[in-house]
């Protein structure tokens, strides 16, 4: 156990030792074992965007195993996905790579101004499958957000008497926010404070752009001073509202794109303090050659 896993440990002393033993497994697997940062691969696309939209640029994709390998082969921390994807290749590759449960989630095949996403497992599951973890996601912005909140408060006080991890994918969506609302920096800050209040051990956050949805937010940043200029900048003060980065919080890939964009980005995470990617559509929608070259870089960058 390196110091820096135990000082992260350390920032939570309301959990149990099952959960504190999980939480070091994540912490001490893959390339990046040990140095307090993760990558983890989270194929959780399939329910979210549809088949051939997630696998259909790799059709190895639509099987499942092929998760599994790519976050084996490519030495990532853990590997999330909903309960079918897990079902189908937890026995074969037991033992090989964390699992994350993602216990809810929602389909496109409605245009839901204000979205909310179904229960699709249960702690039960995640324990049969021999999960670290669950994931949740809650949308701030929505009219359902308040029901996703008390839910997670129940998931999670599950989860946690049972000794495992919670990880909260906090995405802001609804009618009352606008698209660039969805990445600004007072948006994404909150989420990722709401996602520590509600009890999460991980948070799941987009990276922020420079907008500022909410006015009086706006007048605070400019009064305080609070700087945003730089991708680094903005990923430092989205720590700064994870309880002064006493809590891990991660940040999602987003669309496929260059692999100089996504190495970039995984510059200022760590320039900022940020714990790591949780990328999913930016790997397993490359060939697979092409996908372990990138995750090797990127675990390079976050070593240091």
């Known amino acids: 156990m390196t110091e820096r896993v135990r000082e992260i440990l350390s ?20 390339k990046l074992g040990g140095k307090g940062r993760l990558v983890i691969l989270p194929v959780d696309q399939g329910f979210e965007h549809g088949p051939a939209r997630s696998f259909a640029p790799n059709p190895a994709g639509y099987d499942p195993r092929y998760h599994f390998q790519l976050a084996v082969e490519s030495g990532c921390s853990a590997y999330a996905a909903p309960l079918g994807f897990l079902e189908a290749g937890a026995r074969e590759f037991a033992g090989e790579i964390p699992l994350i449960l993602k216990l809810n989630n929602h389909d496109i095949l409605m245009d839901e101004k204000d979205p909310l996403q179904a229960v ?11 999960c670290v973890g669950i994931g949740y996601t ?63 051990h991980i948070i799941k956050v987009k990276l922020p752009s420079t907008h500022i949805e909410q006015e009086a937010a706006r007048k605070v940043y400019e009064k305080e001073k609070v700087q945003i200029e730089t991708l680094a900048d903005r990923v430092k003060h989205v720590a ?21 964009s996504v190495l970039t980005e995984a510059c200022a995470i760590r320039d900022g303090g940020g714990f790591g990617s949780i990328i999913g559509r930016n790997s397993f929608q490359r060939k697979k050659a092409d996908a372990l070259k990138l995750l090797s870089e990127i675990i390079k960058i976050y070593e240091g």
């Open 120 to 130: 699709t497992g249960s702690v039960e599951h995640a324990l049969r499958l021999g």
């Open 11 to 30: 920032w939570y002393g309301a959990d149990n030792p099952g959960t504190l033993t999980n939480l070091a497994r994540l912490l001490n697997h893959g």
């Open 240 to 260: 700064q509202c994870t309880f002064d980065g006493r809590r891990i919080v991660i940040f999602s890939g987003g669309p496929t794109s260059s692999d100089d």
């Open 138 to 200: 809650i949308y701030p912005g929505s009219s359902h957000r308040l029901a996703m909140y008390e839910q997670i408060r129940a998931l999670g006080e599950q989860a946690k008497k049972a000794g495992l991890v919670v990880v909260v994918w906090s995405y802001a969506r609804g009618s009352e926010i606008s698209k660039n609302g969805e990445t600004a920096i007072d948006v994404i800050g909150y989420c990722a404070h709401l996602a520590a209040q509600l009890g999460a």
